[in-house]
């Protein structure tokens, strides 16, 4: 493959304002959600004077460190009917934004590779074709033909005894997305300010009023927090706790190679997935570090697990070179699901809680949480994933189609 096939970016992107002394709205985190919400807040709400906070550069957390599929193929009526929102927008979102950020529906395989992965899986299906997913069924043989160089022999650690497929699935070039959002909502007038961490909010009783930066406080009357794996801190830095937990989460890419691999190919039961991005490089991701933490470096014993895996699952990479490896901070809830919602401080309004489920969620989950902002009540899609689930016990557990263990 040959970067001659990238497009060309165009010449302005976004500026890189002061921050000002006040805004009507300031959203925590300059992230694919952070810019999502930002853009649909200016572009469904008419809010403008809006203000994105980003203590390190433009989309160089989660949005950076991910391995860029996109799918819709979750269990529960609330996911799915989330996550296929999500797959509807990116669908439209090129033309829509302005920018080609490579969005190539070539299909994800889910493989499985005991009878209980069989019967979920199965189960899955179902499901997803009652909820108008694209979804189906492929038995060992029609994961061959789809996917030619995956070794489906009986001999093997991990024998595959079929996978589901979501044919309009696929990839996108993660950070051509955080460029086509950046670059639309300085059209529309967001502040994006980039180096401006936040150290604590201002409030008026339970009702939050302003926002303290390293850049000195900035004024506002709504803050939405999209800070991922940092979202606890700032919750705690607001006066409550949030239900999730902060994990380091690895991927890696290999050196350029002709295109060999047509499709993506998942598998929870081994902890790996395997991607060709538009360049030739193979992109593989892991199973979450068990350890908590906010470093964005993994343990080698993952990565270790993880080649041995791919390379029983697909023997024409074993003398393929590791080009280089990176980790994220993935943010877990107890039942595999995101937090989209109010909070108990007055008109703070916390995004968090995706797990391995961020990048593909980030149309849905700007839009979304621009609505819940924006009107102080959640969107229909984002209502099931209020906070108030963990006292209701009204969980959306998703552990087995959030592909990788966390």
């Known amino acids: 493959m040959s970067s001659d096939h990238l497009p060309e970016h165009p010449d302005f992107l976004w500026r890189n304002p002061e921050p000002k002394s006040s805004y009507d709205a300031v959203i925590v985190g300059g992230g694919g959600h952070g810019l999502a919400t930002a853009y649909f807040l200016a572009k469904n709400h008419g809010m403008t004077n809006i203000a994105i906070l980003e203590k390190g550069w433009l989309a160089g957390g989660n949005m950076a460190r991910n391995t860029t599929i996109i799918r819709s193929n979750y269990l529960w009526d609330e996911s799915a009917a989330i996550y296929e929102h999500a797959l509807k927008l990116w669908e439209v979102l090129p033309e829509e934004l302005e920018y080609d950020f490579l969005f190539s529906q070539r299909g994800v395989m889910n493989l499985a590779h005991t009878l209980g992965d069989v019967r979920e899986s199965v189960r899955r299906v179902g499901a997803n074709q009652l909820n108008g997913v694209d979804a189906e069924w492929l038995d060992p043989q029609q994961v061959k033909k789809l996917c030619p160089i995956l070794n489906i022999s009986d001999n093997i650690r991990y024998p595959v005894m079929g996978a589901t497929y979501q044919p309009r699935a696929g990839i996108a070039k993660h950070d051509h997305v955080a460029w086509a959002f ?225």
């Open 182 to 406: 950046a670059r639309k909502c300085d059209e529309l007038g967001v502040d994006i300010i980039q180096n401006c961490e936040v150290t604590g909010f201002v409030k008026d009783g339970n009702r939050v009023v302003g926002v303290k930066t390293n850049r000195g406080t900035i004024n506002t009357e709504k803050v939405g927090l999209a800070a991922a794996g940092h979202s606890s801190v700032l919750a705690e830095m607001a006066g409550f706790r949030l239900p999730i937990q902060s994990h380091p989460l690895q991927a890696l890419v290999s050196e350029l190679h002709e295109p060999v691999h047509p499709t993506v190919v998942m598998s929870n039961h081994v902890h790996v997935y395997v991607s060709q991005a538009h360049k030739g490089e193979l992109v593989m991701g892991a199973g979450v570090d068990s350890y908590n933490g906010y470093g964005q470096r993994g343990s080698f014993h993952v990565i270790e697990e993880q080649m041995a895996a791919a390379v029983e699952l697909f023997p024409i990479f074993a003398r393929a070179h590791v080009l280089r490896t990176w980790g994220g901070i993935v943010d877990t809830t107890m039942d595999a699901s995101p937090i989209v919602g109010l909070t108990p401080v007055e008109n703070m309004f916390v995004n968090c809680g995706w797990g391995t489920g961020g990048f593909k969620g980030t149309p849905a989950a700007g839009l979304t949480f621009a609505h819940t902002i924006a009107t102080g009540a959640p969107h229909k899609l984002n209502k099931p994933f209020a906070l108030e689930r963990f006292e209701t016990g009204a969980l959306i557990d998703e552990h087995g189609a959030a592909a990788v263990a966390h």
